[in-house]
């Protein structure tokens, strides 16, 4: 089986670390290579070769490649995922080997799990999800489908977080709160309260700044 991940940026290279690290024990991948449309085909990337994704089915056998997204903002992770599944790829799962996972959370497709993060008891987590360094997921919280979780987050028990969120460094989510779809929760913020769906939260205590109309984090 051959692992390809999907965007060959700073994160990318960082999820090539885990998934080495990964397969060094696991040894489940005969190869990691990059797949990125702005790189030329078979061209050397950081410690691999990077190819395009429309020439994939030339290059590999579909069925001996599963493919994760490394790419940082939630809108954009979710437009490759549905590329990748509507192409018939299946996605693969990449898990540092220092995180902890309890075996009673539910896993969803395409996860990336960066070193020493915590998935709790009976927590769920939903397709294309990204969860950084460090960051705590508590006991039965419901992480829909390409939320970014960045590093040393960490959710109280209880909480919902709903669909394309990002949530930003060092942020803290008080348990039994609910985040709404496409919200960001900026770097250092502490929840205190719900917040809605669109919403760009800031502070401490984190309050609502503006509506997340652009779809995005970053501004590059």
């Keep these: ?12 290279k960082e999820v090539f670390d885990i998934a080495s690290r990964q397969n060094g024990i696991s040894q489940q991948w005969e190869k990691i290579i990059f797949i990125d449309d702005f790189a030329s085909d078979d061209s050397d990337v ?45 996605f693969g799962r990449v898990q540092d080997p220092t995180a902890i996972v309890s075996p009673s959370a539910e896993i969803g497709q395409g996860v990336i799990i960066a070193s020493f993060g915590i998935i709790a008891s009976n927590s769920k987590i939903g397709h294309n999800v990204a969860i950084n360094v460090h960051t705590i997921i508590g006991h039965d919280i419901e992480i829909k489908d390409h939320v970014i979780l960045s590093s040393m987050v960490n959710i109280g028990g209880f909480c919902q977080i709903d669909t394309g ?56």
């Design 1 to 12: 089986m051959i692992l390809g991940i999907y965007c060959a940026g700073g994160f990318g």
């Design 165 to 220: 969120t990002y949530i930003g460094m060092n942020a803290q989510i008080k348990d039994g709160l609910r985040i709404g779809k496409d919200a960001i929760i900026g770097m250092g913020a502490v929840v205190h309260h719900n917040i809605e769906s669109d919403v760009i939260a800031l502070g401490n205590p984190a309050r609502p700044m503006r509506r997340n109309t652009e779809k995005r984090v970053f501004k590059s």
């Design 46 to 90: 950081y410690l691999t070769q990077s190819y395009k994704f429309d020439s994939l089915t030339a290059k590999f056998d579909k069925s001996n490649l599963e493919i994760v997204i490394a790419n940082g903002e939630p809108f954009h992770k979710q437009v490759l995922f549905n590329k990748v599944e509507q192409a018939g790829y299946r």
